[in-house]
């Protein structure tokens, strides 16, 4: 679907909380980076219903825009999590950045639940924020509907969607996290690179950073170069 791309992908465990999600549907290419509560077992189970939801919403109710998805994906996990009823049901959710491409119009939309789009064009990194609002229940305001952003692409520009995981790791000199910062840094120093390269330099800079100790959270990062 998008042969100028790299997807990096480590779980911390055999199975994960973090996922990636594509689908094609008429001109537009639809692509998701989601982040689930927890990893390992419990979180691969969310995995399961957050792409099952994303399934759903795409393929079934023919929903694209996504803020529509998210919108939608969030009303049916609420619904799910509410039959639980218990404890665990309320820290359940999913953080997710959603874009749709389409490469004919050269038009892309952008619609996130706390984690960003980052676009590098001409040597320069922008930030399309996510919204602050969980796709899951949310105690402490109303859910507020999320919001789509429009962007006019150029031929070059570089996509990153992301979790946390990469970000948050802890390691270098002193144990400490990696920081979004760094990442920034890093992902503008690759983005001259071929797309394999810049997912092995990621790698070999995650891994050098996080020395002997231990993963602390499931990686995930997609990156897509618009030809």
Known sequence: ???NSFILYKPKDIVS????WMERF?????VAAVDCTGHGVPGAFMSIVGANLLNEAVNEHAITQPA?????IRKSLIKKLRKKNDDSSIKDGMDAALVTINQEEMIMEFAGAYNPLWLIRNNELIEYKADKTPIGINLYEEDKPYTTTKIDLQKGDLLYIFTDGY???FGGAHGKKFKYKNLK????KIATLPLNKQAETL???FL????ELEQVDDVLIIGIKIL
């Open 167 to 169: 970000a948050d790791q």
């Open 26 to 30: 008429g001109k537009q290419t639809i």
């Open 1 to 3: 679907m998008l042969p």
């Open 208 to 211: 050098d950073w996080k020395g």
């Open 203 to 205: 790698e070999k800079e």
């Open 68 to 72: 529509a998805i998210l919108n939608s």
């Open 185 to 188: 840094e890093l992902c503008l």
């Open 17 to 20: 909380g973090d996922f990636y």
